[in-house]
C-alpha cells in the first residue's frame, strides 16, 4: 500500500483505539506495538507503511510532529489523512466542481449532509475502491472538467479545523 500522509493522534479512550486500531487494519495498515493505557498515540509512518501505539511526553510529541502532522485528538481529520494513498480511493475524501447528484449512498459514497445531491465545493467520501466505479450524474450547464478530485492534506487539515471552530 502506497500510503502518502505520515500523521498521528493522541487516542484515550479504549473503545476509540479498538475502533481506530480496526478501521487502519481494514485500510491495509499494519499495526505494531500494543495498546494500553500508557500507550495511547498512533503514529502512522508512512516510510513503514505502518503504525505504532505509543507513549508521548509533550517534548516527544513536539519531536515527532515535525514529521507527522498531530491531529491532536480529531479521531476524523486522523482517518481522512491516514486513508490518503495513490492505490485506490475508499475511505478517502473528494471535493466536488459540480453539483453531483449519486444515484445511490449506501455501501458507495458518504456525504457530510447525508443527501445524494451535493453542491459544488461539498465533500464527499468514497466507500469503494474505485470512484470512477461510482454511478452519479453531473448538473450543470457545460460539462466541468471533472466531477471531483481528491482532498490534498492542506485542503483536509483546513477542512476539519474550520470544522472544529
Known amino acids: ?41 498512533l503514529v502512522a ?28 485528538e480529531n479521531i476524523e481529520m486522523f482517518k481522512a489523512l491516514a486513508a490518503m494513498n495513490s492505490d485506490h480511493d475508499r475511505e478517502q475524501w473528494f471535493v466536488a466542481h459540480a453539483v453531483i447528484r449519486f444515484e445511490r449512498l449506501k455501501d458507495t459514497i458518504q456525504t457530510q449532509t447525508g443527501e445524494r445531491l451535493i453542491m459544488a465545493g461539498e465533500w464527499f467520501k468514497v466507500l469503494i475502491p474505485r470512484a470512477s466505479d461510482i454511478r452519479a450524474k453531473w448538473m450543470a450547464a457545460v460539462a466541468p472538467k471533472q466531477l471531483s478530485h481528491k482532498a490534498t492534506k492542506d485542503e483536509i487539515i483546513e477542512h476539519f479545523n474550520r470544522q472544529k471552530k
Open 45 to 72: 509512518d508512512t516510510d513503514e507503511n505502518a503504525a505504532l501505539w505509543m507513549e508521548l511526553d509533550e517534548s516527544a510529541r513536539e519531536w515527532f510532529g515535525h514529521d507527522f502532522y498531530d491531529c491532536g
Open 1 to 41: 500500500m502506497n500510503f502518502q500522509t505520515s500523521c498521528m493522534i493522541l487516542v484515550r479512550d479504549e473503545q476509540q483505539q479498538i475502533e481506530l486500531q480496526k478501521w487502519m487494519n481494514g485500510i491495509g495498515w499494519r499495526i505494531r506495538g500494543g495498546r494500553d493505557s500508557k500507550h495511547c498515540f
